[in-house]
């Protein structure tokens, strides 16, 4: 009973979007649901789950939160490194991946130090969700969106560019405002090594072959299979560490969707709501439904893939459920000792709005003018 309760804590949303994915099968009896699902989407996902997973398990996240985590001397500099080691990582990893390698390390560092890690979490957390938001493979929902839209690379990077830019200038000055303090830590005679060394080279061809396949350079299947067959014969362990449960959201989000598009009322009722407004409803309902989901419903009703994608990356600031990667923060944070949830949540929410303040306007009156 307690392993069910734990699965369906940590795969809510997919268990959700599959009871959703069933009750629109009821009011839409059709033959092949299957093709509604983005299997190319789908297929890249899986490789860069599986690659990154392949760094992960090989310690090279560890490795380097240690050496950028030495360079620092004080509580500031301690923090600009933390933060912006997310912030660029996740640009390559994942939102997602990127605070699940490096917020327990926060943690423990902060433990060592004696101070609380609240809010270089939180700035942790929304350098991941911006940071992310830079490039196409960065996050789920420009995975998706990306490729739906069939936009080229230069005309994304115009879009995402000012609000990384702008994103990351206020991460500074939030570090900035940290009090300096020195900060002296033991050196700590086990410090991860990089295990198999010898495999990282194949992960990072097959990480390139990912990030080409997103670009429309190598086709998805070449790519899949090249990571099936890589990865099954170095290290099939790996396999493991891949997140099913967002791939199957992906899915059954996929076949929801479908099913509502082939529903005329509804698909016209939903249009005339969100036309000429899909910044602001992307933004919105990615408080409520979390930015991944809010991506895939919305760009069925409309094909402004401009708004969605700068509506559902600065939708996952805000509330908690915003971003599925603030709740993977809020969660490793939980796990410390000295955890205090109303301080966490207090700063988020402050912190998040005063990032809203300022990307939202600047998205609606400025980039997408």
Do not use: W
């Not at 979490?121 to 420009?142: D, K």
Request: include cysteine; glycine fraction near 4%; proline fraction near 3%.
């Amino acid at each position: 009973m307690t392993d069910l309760k734990q699965f369906i804590k940590q795969e809510a949303v997919a268990i959700i979007a599959f009871i959703a994915a069933i009750i629109s099968c009821i009011f839409v009896p059709v033959t092949n649901y299957v093709s509604y699902i983005d299997t190319d989407l789908i297929g890249v996902m899986f490789g860069f789950m599986a690659v990154v997973a392949g760094f992960s398990v090989n310690n090279v996240f560890k490795v380097l939160s240690e050496q950028v985590a030495a360079l620092a001397k004080d509580t500031r500099n301690l923090a600009l490194a933390l933060v912006f080691m997310v912030f660029f990582m996740s640009m390559l990893i994942t939102n997602d991946v990127a605070l699940i390698a490096f917020i327990p390390f926060t943690v423990m560092m902060y433990e060592k130090i004696d101070k609380s890690p609240v809010y270089v979490i939180v700035l942790q957390t929304i350098a991941a969700n911006m940071g992310s938001a830079f490039t196409p493979f960065g996050n789920p929902q420009n995975l998706y969106l990306f490729s739906a839209s069939k936009m080229t690379s230069s005309e994304f990077f115009s879009l995402t560019l000012p609000v990384t830019a702008v994103s990351m200038l206020m991460l500074f000055i939030g570090c900035m405002m940290i009090k300096k303090e020195p900060i002296f830590l033991e050196k700590d005679e086990q410090k991860a090594t990089v295990q198999n060394p010898k495999y990282l080279l194949l992960y990072a061809a097959l990480f390139i072959l990912c990030i080409l396949s997103v670009f429309n350079v190598v086709d998805t299947i070449s790519v899949f299979a090249s990571v099936c067959v890589v990865v099954a014969i170095i290290q099939p362990s790996v396999f493991v560490k891949v997140d099913y449960g967002l791939l199957a959201t992906f899915a059954c989000f996929f076949i929801f969707v479908g099913n509502v598009k082939n529903i005329p009322e509804v698909t016209q009722f939903i249009s005339s709501v969100i036309s000429g407004h899909e910044f602001e409803s992307s933004v919105l309902c990615s408080q409520i439904i979390s930015n991944v989901p809010a991506s895939v419903m919305l760009s069925a009703f409309t094909d402004d893939y401009k708004s969605l994608i700068l509506g559902t990356d600065i939708g996952g600031l805000g509330t908690l459920i915003a971003s599925l990667a603030s709740l993977i923060s809020y969660k490793s944070y939980l796990r410390s000792e000295k955890s205090d949830s109303k301080k966490f949540i207090n700063c988020f929410t402050i912190v998040n709005i005063i990032f809203l303040a300022v990307l939202v306007p600047l998205a609606k009156f400025v980039i997408l003018k």
